[in-house]
């Protein structure tokens, strides 16, 4: 039967007996990965989590004890709020247009169409693209003065005047948008595109046959088979999302003034531009908090469809 | 042999047409980094010299000599302007100890030197160096932290306006000396000629220290202003502070689109395709403008000193950016490391790379500044970066002047954004900075 | 038998999808062939507002390769993304099963796996630096791999897990019945089948350790251990920056990876069907 070809959460137990008699292997599946967390994040977690607590600079780390200082500090700035909630401004939306953009793309590369190889091929460049590149090639577009975008819309006389698409709100964010979305679309694209390859084609041809119209079949049966494989897509693009941080460097650093100043961007200004690296800490740990708390509805909902789905 | 044979420098330099034996004879008693002695032998010693990436090129003059000089082996290591002290902090303290000299923003003086992060050379200085012979408007701020000195002073950054001589010959113009008649000229052909593109000023408004903030320290340094007084108190909201911002906020509606995301990479490219008639730069700006290859206003251009504003009428130098070269406090062989840095920083090798294309040193002597070597390259930058010799703007340097720049650089962005008037923003940055140096 | 009115819908909806994918083509293009163009322009010309060139010239092509040894940061770009991709699956394959089947770490293990991916690494690179120092591995490509390779885990652990879901649990089952060991299942049994699966994951991950910029910055010194886009991002400390060899360095990095990804995607997407039983 179809169904069993896609498990769910709730799978049955292994028996018990094979488990404990192998437990050493077992541990020796799971070891290499804990380890390699373990250096590469619990001990960087460990020395961030005391860094907040203390008056450190970059020369001169843990000089000073303060404890809750840099976390008040925080409390009270209210850029790094508008901050925060910038990075969840463009963490939430702009995956969704990804995902949903990045999906379309997969059903047109799915409906075998004639050179779909090459489109699929081509669809891989924006992804291998170093992501200063990334923003060097788009601000040549976005300049102002002499950048493409403003140089054909000028001389088409679609304006007068050349906008400034990364100095003037709202279009230095959408910028980073575009920007981002041209670069991580193919990303979803190319999951989803596999997933869809990898649908039972019995199920749909039966649909067909009935009668059932495309945009139904979609609907009611692509969709719900796929949404676990979408969301579980979503929400990686979500995390990675929050983390933003080489377009905005590349693009606008941060401007005009604040306006596209992202979590991670306003980390890296504190700790390697002003070396503060106690309140850098802080933020990183006030930051990951938040996006644990976002993140958690969709880890729900990813756990939910995959339960339905079943 | 000339001088700069004696000193391990590239022939090709003797061989330009300016450099007359007479001079360099002359010049070689003062100025030999080894006093009247020959040069150290250093062969089998290998010295890592770390310089900021714009200054590979001069970063390798200074190597090669060297090498020629002593015997020693120089590797050149380019690092990202903004990264200098996150590199030689995580060098020393990790103890890789990777970097033996180290070519260091002088703004960051009190920062390296607080941490620990070099080498307190006072008393070599004290027995080796005629402190005298750099420019004196430079020489301690450059090298001066908490009573001691840590190093020489290596490239003198200063701003001159450049201006477009066939634009403002378009309108009668003439070279501004006030930042009055800056504004008039900036809005006058703003006004005439921004249908075709071209501008009145680029103003460089990315949200960095080196950046906006070289807008802003010009204006203050016009207006006869300081950024701290004598006993280091910030002057912020001073008149000529104020004065400086709103002089900075009016001339940006005449500004090349758009002076918040202008940084020198499009900056530059707008002055030298003649889009932007005025731009304050570093006198390197001179050099490619006669360079065919980038530069679209070869013969089209001159430049003047910064001009001046309110009450002030001394033409001072703004010193912007300017570079030190200092032994790494992890350096394994800091003996050989500072005779690296003394030739680096002596008066040769500063001509030598002055007269070079590409390095973007700048003088740090009053001899190579006044030299005819340096007059027949770039008569016109030298004229202008006389201005030195008047005195100058200094920018903080002690160990907090990394955050206080930055701060200063947010609200000027602030400013040009129009979300703060002048005087907020220069209030706010004025009230950061009392706070951080703990007044 | 398909009537008129139903053909030429059919035939609408043909030229609709192909006019849809002209546009994604061209929207995803249009960059790169840009950088293309600016590859091709003199310095001055790069910020013209113009799309080709007005003065079309090879200095930039000719320039690069001897102003910087490109060959050297696209073998070291390429050998940690590579190496450090094939880590990555390595470590967190046979985690993700132990996880996934054998409810090894209950909840905790994987929302901890992920949680670790959350936050910026930017604070990070002080005790990662140091790390690395102690253990001889700065300035490495080693090292490099290693940091690339330890940082993918949650991602191949993500990405692997909703592969292994797929898989129906009697095949597991079966190979428990018949006495196999959990090595034999994950090694033997497992992995083959998820080959596709594993492939995908690992140029995932590649791709990552590929662009990766701050870390790579940070962690080494030398251009022998140089990565791409750090060295292409060196051009930009310049004050004078040279678009047109900007391009250059980055399309002589886009092409090969590009050919690379071009072969291994025809696993990505042959397969990254579940190999199982339908």
């Known amino acids: 039967m179809a169904d069993n070809a896609v498990v769910d959460d709730v799978i049955r137990d292994p028996p018990r007996a094979l488990i404990s008699g192998s437990r050493p292997v077992i541990w020796l599946l799971v070891a290499p990965l804990v380890i390699g967390l373990a250096i590469f994040a619990v001990y960087p977690f460990i020395d961030i989590l005391a860094l907040s607590f203390s008056k450190s600079s970059l020369g001169r780390p843990f000089q000073k004890w303060p404890l809750l200082t840099n976390y008040l500090s925080l409390a009270r700035d209210e850029t790094f709020r508008a901050t925060l909630i910038r990075t969840a401004l463009f963490a939430i939306p702009v995956p969704l247009i990804e995902t949903a953009l990045g999906f379309a793309i997969a059903l047109l590369l799915h409906m075998h169409l004639r050179g779909a190889g090459w489109i699929r091929g081509l669809v891989l460049l924006p992804l291998m693209t170093p992501p200063m590149m990334v923003a060097t090639a788009w601000k040549l577009i976005l300049a102002p003065s002499g950048g493409l975008l403003d140089g054909v819309l000028l001389r088409s006389g679609a304006i007068g005047q050349p906008i400034s698409f990364l100095g003037t709100m709202p279009w230095a964010f959408l910028s980073v948008a575009i920007a981002d979305i041209w670069q991580w679309t193919p990303f979803v694209a190319i999951l989803s595109y596999a997933a869809l390859q990898g649908m039972p084609e019995d199920i749909v041809e039966a649909a067909r046959v009935d009668g059932a119209s495309p945009s139904r079949i979609l609907w009611h049966i692509t969709l719900p088979m796929l949404a676990p494989t979408l969301l579980a897509i979503l929400l990686l693009r979500v995390v990675i999302a929050f983390k933003l941080f080489d377009l905005v460097y590349g693009l606008t650093f941060g401007g005009p003034g604040f306006d596209t100043t992202v979590a991670a961007f306003q980390v890296w200004r504190t700790a390697l531009t002003q070396f503060d690296i106690g309140l850098g800490a802080a933020q990183t740990i006030v930051f990951a908090i938040l996006v644990s708390v976002v993140i958690l509805p969709l880890t729900w909902l990813h756990r939910f469809s995959e339960a339905r789905a079943g | 042999m000339s001088l700069f044979e004696t000193m391990g420098l590239p022939n090709s330099l003797t061989r330009r047409r300016f450099l007359a034996t007479g001079a360099a004879a002359g010049t070689a008693a003062a100025f030999s980094p080894w006093g009247a002695h020959a040069a150290p032998s250093l062969s089998g010693v290998t010295l890592n010299l770390m310089v900021i990436q714009p200054h590979v090129v001069g970063g390798r003059i200074v190597a090669d000599g060297f090498e020629k000089a002593t015997g020693a082996k120089v590797n050149v290591i380019a690092v990202p302007n903004d990264q200098i002290l996150e590199k030689v902090t995580l060098d020393v303290q990790s103890g890789a100890n990777v970097y033996d000299v180290v070519d260091y923003w002088y703004g960051l003086l009190g920062a390296f030197a607080h941490d620990g992060m070099i080498v307190d050379v006072t008393d070599r200085i004290a027995k080796e160096i005629d402190g005298g012979a ?22 003198g950054d200063s701003h001159v306006l450049f201006y477009n001589t066939e634009i403002f010959g378009r309108h009668g113009l003439k070279a501004p000396t006030t930042w009055d008649e800056y504004l008039t000229a900036a809005k006058t052909i703003t006004e005439a000629e921004k249908g075709n593109g071209i501008f009145g000023a680029a103003i460089l408004g990315r949200k960095e220290p080196f950046q906006i903030g070289c807008g802003y320290a010009n204006r203050l340094c016009g207006f006869g202003g300081e950024f701290l007084d004598k006993s280091g108190k910030p002057l912020l909201d001073s008149d000529a502070s104020l004065a400086a911002a709103q002089a900075f906020l009016d001339v940006a509606p005449y500004a090349f689109p758009t002076p918040l995301e202008t940084g020198y990479e499009q900056g530059l490219p707008a002055f030298l395709s003649g889009k932007a008639a005025m731009m304050e730069f570093w006198t390197d700006l001179g050099v490619n403008a006669q360079d065919p290859k980038v530069s679209q206003v070869v013969d089209k251009w001159d430049v003047t000193q910064i001009p001046v504003g309110g009450s002030n009428t001394k033409h001072r130098a703004s010193l912007d950016a300017g570079f030190g070269l200092a032994i790494s406090a992890g350096s394994k062989n800091p003996d050989a490391a500072w005779e690296l840095v003394k030739y680096g920083c002596s008066a040769p090798v500063n001509l030598a790379q002055m007269i070079t294309p590409g390095t973007g040193i700048d003088p740090v002597y009053k001899s190579t500044l006044e030299s005819e070597e ?8 030298q004229a202008a970066a006389q201005q030195s010799l008047n005195g100058a703007l200094v920018w903080p340097n002690g160990a907090q002047a990394a955050k206080m720049l930055q701060g200063l650089a947010d609200q000027l962005a602030l400013i040009l954004d129009k979300s703060k008037t002048p005087e907020k923003a220069m209030k706010d940055t004025q009230a950061m900075w009392v706070e951080l140096l703990g007044g | 038998m398909i009537g008129t009115a139903e053909r030429t819908k059919r035939q609408k909806g043909w030229l ?11 929207f995803f293009l249009l960059p790169i062939v840009f950088l293309v163009s600016v590859s091709f322009k003199s310095p001055d010309e790069a910020l013209s507002g113009h799309f080709l060139p007005s003065r079309p010239t090879l200095d930039n092509w000719r320039n690069t390769f001897q102003i910087i040894p490109l060959g050297q940061y696209l073998f070291n770009s390429l050998t940690v993304a590579v190496f450090s991709g094939l880590l990555t699956v390595a470590l967190a394959f046979p985690a993700t099963y132990a996880m996934v089947r054998l409810k090894i770490g209950g909840r905790f293990l994987p929302a901890f796996t992920l949680a670790t991916y959350v936050a910026p690494p930017v604070v990070a690179l002080i005790p990662l630096f140091l790390l690395l120092r102690r253990v001889g591995l700065l300035n490495t490509l080693t090292g490099l791999v290693v940091v690339n390779g330890l940082g993918n885990l949650p991602v191949a652990f993500w990405l692997l897990s909703g592969f292994i879901r797929r898989l129906p649990i009697e095949i597991d089952e079966a190979a428990w019945l018949d006495g196999a060991g959990h090595m034999t299942v994950v090694w033997r049994i497992i992995a083959p089948m998820m080959a596709p699966g594993l492939a995908a994951t690992a140029l995932i991950c590649g791709i990552l350790a590929f662009d990766e910029f701050l870390l ?54 042959g397969g990254l069907t579940v190999g199982g039983v339908k």
């Open chain 3, 16 to 26: 609709a999808a192909y006019c849809a994918a002209a546009l994604v083509v061209a």
């Open chain 3, 216 to 269: 790579a910055s940070s962690f080494s010194n030398d251009p022998s251990t140089r990565t791409l886009p750090v060295a292409i991002a060196l051009f930009q400390g310049e004050r004078l920056v040279n678009f047109g060899q900007m391009a250059v360095a980055s399309i002589t990095g886009i092409i090969p990876v590009y050919l690379i990804a071009l072969f291994a995607q025809r696993w990505l997407v």
């Open chain 2, 374 to 381: 340096y007059r027949k390259v770039a008569p016109k930058v």
């Open chain 2, 134 to 155: 750099f420019l004196q408007s430079l020489y301690d701020p450059y090298t001066l932290f908490d009573g001691k000195r840590w190093g020489l002073p290596y490239d």
